[in-house]
């Protein structure tokens, strides 16, 4: 209870704009639809505190120990019609996790915008020489571009 509020406001913090809410272990209540829709409500009620619309949210009942609503639509729930979703896209629907997994709208990337790629680690590899590692967060990097470190002001090209 409280590690799934605390994920959904990290979440938010960290700058993730879709959701989706699989709630698991349904086999050990039986399958219960009163428990599911209890499970919706209160972690409906969170999300919007936290910032999310539940509206834009996939609810997904599964059991990932047997695999029920993962990829194929399980017949142990026969009272579930599926998730539904409404985004700046238009709305979709599905029923299990692999389909609202599907219906995530990729974030664009703003290529346009000069590089910023946050360093995750450096590594000196033998033959090869310095590797730095991160993630291209704005702008693109391609093999042969001139670039600077900051706040080192180191400058070199990029070779692959």
């Known amino acids: 209870d409280g590690q799934t509020r605390e994920h959904a406001l990290l979440a938010y913090t960290l ?3 879709q959701l989706i809410v699989a709630i ?13 829709q209890e499970i919706i409500k209160e972690t409906s009620n969170f999300i919007k505190k936290v910032g999310y619309n539940p509206k834009t949210v996939a609810f997904v009942p599964i059991s990932g120990f ?15 019609k599926g998730w539904e979703k409404e985004t700046k896209a238009g709305k979709s629907s599905g029923k299990t996790l692999l389909e609202a997994i599907d219906a995530i709208d990729p974030p664009s990337r703003p290529t346009d915008k000069p590089l910023r790629l946050p360093l995750q680690d450096v590594y000196k590899i033998g033959g090869i020489g ?10 693109v990097i391609k ?18």
């Open 15 to 17: 700058g993730v704009k």
């Open 24 to 36: 698991n272990k349904m086999d050990t209540t039986k399958w219960s639809e009163s428990r599911f």
């Open 66 to 80: 047997n695999g029920d609503n993962m990829i194929d639509n399980s017949p142990n729930c026969p009272w579930y």
């Open 130 to 139: 310095t590797v730095p590692v991160g993630r291209v967060e704005t702008g």
């Open 143 to 160: 093999a042969g571009m001139v670039v600077t470190f900051a706040p080192a002001g180191v400058t070199t090209e990029v070779k692959s």
